[in-house]
């Protein structure tokens, strides 16, 4: 039976950040970034493992207890020098049927929803060639020239692409060890590089990559926002 199986990729550095701590252990409500991303994918009734690619030198992870998850969540320290290495890397190391659908979610997104990732899957689970959460661009754009607009750049048809980015684990491993210069920076491009076309499916502004101070910023209100409603949603069941 095919399978939806999570590879989160959290062996980067966060250097725009501008922090010593690598971003996916910056504190969030008490938890370390990474684990909103771990929870999302491990409490999903629908995926079936979660495996986490860490840096080979990691030594934030340990200092963390994820017996919640149980053996759902499985730990490679794997990772590369890019993210599509670590993703390769990953791809390699998971014992999965090649036929099963992989999503790849930036552990450096912690705002994932169980209901977005129900979304990929409903939406890309019966297409032959996988898809990706994202959003329409609603900016103006801009092309720059130094610090002054060079030229405005239609937006039109234009989205953002987010994650969990969902194939199949064959061919995304064929699409990211397809011989080229180029280096994705996403699962998708280097499937489009085969030639294919990825479906887009519509997700939610909330589901950003924390990159800057201020995102995490933003991030910190929305989950510590989440666990409040929680709570109070507890105290009133009970
Ligand atoms: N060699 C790398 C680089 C990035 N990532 C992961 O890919 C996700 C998205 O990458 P990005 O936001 O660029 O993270 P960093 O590379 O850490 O950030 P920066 O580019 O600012 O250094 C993150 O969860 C990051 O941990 C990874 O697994 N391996
Ligand atoms: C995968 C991604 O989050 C899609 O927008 C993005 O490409 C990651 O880029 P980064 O430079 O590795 O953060």
Request: proline share 4%; charged share 20%; with cysteine.
């Amino acid at each position: 039976m095919t399978q939806y199986i999570g590879l989160i990729p959290a062996a980067g550095s966060g250097s725009r950040m501008g922090v010593e701590v690598p971003k996916q252990y910056l504190d969030i409500a008490g938890h370390p970034m990474i684990y909103y991303a771990v929870r999302a994918m491990v409490t999903s009734p629908l995926i079936t493992a979660v495996y986490v690619v860490l840096a080979a030198d990691d030594s934030w992870w340990a200092g963390y207890n994820w017996c919640e998850f149980g053996d759902k969540l499985q730990v490679l320290r794997c990772g590369g020098a890019t993210r599509a290495e670590s993703v390769t890397n990953g791809l390699a190391a998971m014992s999965t049927d090649g036929k099963d659908w992989v999503l790849v979610h930036d552990a450096a997104r912690p705002c994932l929803t169980i209901e977005l990732i129900a979304r990929l899957i409903e939406a890309v689970g019966d297409t032959e060639i996988g898809g990706l959460l994202a959003i329409p661009v609603a900016d103006t754009l801009k092309r720059a020239s130094g610090v002054h607009v060079a030229q405005t750049e239609s937006r039109d048809g234009l989205w953002q692409a987010q994650t969990p980015q969902m194939f199949r684990h064959d061919l995304l491993q064929q699409a990211l060890s397809n011989n080229s210069d180029f280096v994705p920076t996403d699962e998708a491009s280097a499937v489009e590089a085969l030639g294919h076309h990825p479906l887009l499916v519509a997700a939610d502004s909330s589901n950003f990559k924390v990159t800057y101070p201020n995102d995490l910023r933003m991030a910190r209100l929305i989950l510590e926002q989440e666990i409040s409603a929680q709570g109070n949603l507890e105290q009133d069941n009970d």
